[in-house]
């Protein structure tokens, strides 16, 4: 092996080494146990849209939002790619949805996670689930910028097109881009659209992604 080529290995493994182990998903077991209770007690209907992901799909009221849809809400605040990946078996398969939407990496991200992670994770997370749904389609909600986490705009949008770029060939995905939408004319996040907290979307934010994703829910 050449000096430039153990060089290469070596920095590779480095980034391994820093890369931090992802979060124990059994942090979420109550809250999909509920789930699941509320599941036997009125099961949801098949064939719907279901929403899954972290905070930004838990606050968001999808059912107001697209009262003419079928719509399923599994947001569980604070969830990687990998609680998504761990809880489909669970919270999402056993629906037998037409069309799931993703947001998720935008936690993992600020954890430390690298972007190809996340992108690996959503590939993941769509080959589990059409292991059991081979026809189910999905739309990728690019995780969005927030003052809160400006530190880290380039990995987000370093992860935004690597999961882009990795489903632009398979025609049951797609990838909504609510980054641009979420952005003000100087390059930084919309203030109007975020809660106090610089993170969390409010009424306005979520009346806009409302706009960009209704396209592909049709």
């Given at each position: 092996m050449t000096r430039w080529a153990l060089l290469l290995a070596l920095c590779g493994q480095a980034r391994l080494w820093a890369a931090p182990a992802p979060p124990d998903p059994a942090r979420f077991e109550a809250v999909i146990q509920a789930?699941?209770?509320?599941?036997?007690?009125?099961?949801?209907?098949?064939?719907?849209?279901?929403?899954?992901?972290?905070?930004?799909?838990?606050?968001?009221?999808?059912?107001?939002?697209?009262?003419?849809?079928?719509?399923?809400?599994?947001?569980?605040?604070?969830?990687?790619?990998?609680?998504?990946?761990?809880?489909?078996?669970?919270?999402?398969?056993?629906?037998?949805?037409?069309?799931?939407?993703?947001?998720?990496?935008?936690?993992?991200?600020?954890?430390?996670?690298?972007?190809?992670?996340?992108r690996d994770g959503f590939l993941e997370l769509v080959a589990k689930v059409r292991a059991a749904l081979p026809d189910t389609r999905f739309a990728y909600l690019s995780t969005k910028p927030s003052a809160a986490r400006w530190n880290i705009v380039e990995k987000i949008r370093q992860a935004n097109e690597l999961i882009r770029e990795a489903i632009a060939r398979d025609p049951l995905c797609a990838y909504v881009d609510v980054f641009t939408a979420t952005m003000n004319g100087y390059g930084r996040p919309r203030a109007s659209l975020f809660q106090p907290d610089g993170l969390h979307l409010n009424a306005e934010g979520y009346r806009v992604w409302t706009r960009v994703l209704r396209p592909y829910l049709d």
């Open positions: 789930f699941e209770e509320r599941d036997r007690e009125q099961a949801p209907p098949q064939g719907a849209i279901l929403f899954y992901g972290s905070s930004s799909i838990v606050g968001w009221d999808t059912a107001a939002s697209f009262p003419d849809l079928v719509t399923i809400n599994r947001g569980f605040g604070g969830s990687h790619m990998s609680d998504a990946v761990h809880f489909a078996n669970r919270i999402a398969i056993p629906y037998k949805p037409r069309l799931i939407v993703v947001y998720e990496g935008d936690n993992d991200l600020a954890y430390g996670t690298p972007p190809e992670t996340v």
